[in-house]
């Protein structure tokens, strides 16, 4: 049998199935300042986190661990807060071992335990991700390129409850290594370095558009919904409803219904609505009174939307759903 025939008998058991296709993960890409690396060199442990400048690290040979800091300042280019809390076991795993490296056969640097809070701009809690992992040498298989070392995300919290994926640091520059005898409370005085970290992220839900029997459920302020008789028109506030948007404030138990007031349930994390790729912030992002998982998300149509079919999706902690298509006059 022919390469081409073995090619052509695979794409028809591919369409014999329906065609499934691998999911295609969520891209984080978050920036990090004030990027300080603290190296457990102190076997006195009263002189730990006392000194309040800048130290010279003294490294063991090996087996030494790492605790690392950074602030998080940006995620996908929008201003968000946070931390990178990193710690580290250094291995300094090789094929062809110096004396005190280990001998292995590939190479790494350290094992790796990340753990991250995102936090919005005024300081409110959006969540946490956790990664396990190897640090240094190739990327591990499905990573993006450009990256290295092995980092897998094992959960979360908040709007990445159940998330899978990997994590890679892409790019530091100007990171600063130090003594975990230096004061941790004068990290962003003594200054650091810069990074930016990669997620690929596999959410266990993601924000949906619900779809009715006369297309998706748009509608217009007055409550009728957007068709093409009666079409959305640039620059009008829009009612969508839709799934998966995640937590709220206050908090309610899965499983039961949000409440109807006096105080309505508001989706915790960020939510925008893009349309036709370009966002637009939400005006209200409410939990549906009674319902457990629809939402109500208002808001404006761009004043530049052109007339025809425009594209629509929710993005909820930067997860975005599947896009849904509306007439625009």
């Known amino acids: 049998m022919t390469h081409f025939s073995i090619r052509v008998s695979a794409c028809a058991l591919l369409l014999a199935a329906g065609g499934a296709a691998q999911e295609v993960p969520v891209i984080l890409q978050v920036a990090v300042e004030n990027y300080v690396v603290y190296i457990n060199d102190v076997s006195d442990v009263s002189r730990l986190a006392r000194t309040p400048g800048p130290q010279t690290p003294n490294p063991p040979a090996n087996f030494f661990t790492n605790v690392i800091l950074a602030d998080v300042t940006a995620i996908n280019g929008s201003p968000a807060k946070g931390i990178m809390v990193l710690q580290t076991q250094a291995l300094l795993l090789t094929p062809s071992p110096n004396p005190g490296q280990a001998v292995a056969d590939m190479v790494r640097g350290t094992t790796v335990e990340f753990k991250w809070e995102f936090l919005k701009p005024d300081g409110s809690a959006i969540g946490n991700i956790y990664v396990t992992g190897l640090s240094g040498g190739a990327a591990a298989p499905g990573s993006l390129p450009g990256t290295g070392g092995a980092g897998a995300i094992v959960g979360g919290t908040g709007p990445f409850m159940g998330a899978r994926g990997t994590c890679s640091i892409v790019q530091t520059t100007g990171v600063r290594l130090t003594s ?32 009715g029997p006369d297309g998706p459920v748009v509608f217009h302020e007055d409550y009728s919904l957007v068709t093409p008789g009666k079409p959305a028109r640039a620059g009008e506030i829009l009612i969508v409803y839709a799934r998966g948007l995640g937590p709220t404030r206050p908090a309610v138990n899965p499983g039961d219904p949000f409440p109807d007031g006096p105080a309505f349930a508001v989706v915790n994390s960020p939510v925008e609505v893009l349309v036709n790729g370009t966002p637009s912030p939400a005006i209200n992002q409410l939990g549906v009174p009674t319902t457990t998982d629809t939402y109500r998300v208002d808001f404006r149509l761009p004043a530049d939307t052109r007339p025809g079919l425009a594209s629509i999706q929710i993005s909820a902690a930067w997860v975005r759903g599947a896009a849904v298509r509306v007439p625009v006059q």
């Open 180 to 211: 975990q005898a230096e004061d941790p409370s004068l990290r962003r005085t003594n200054g650091g370095g810069r990074g930016r970290v990669v997620f690929q992220i596999f959410p266990l839900f993601r924000p949906e558009i619900l779809i």
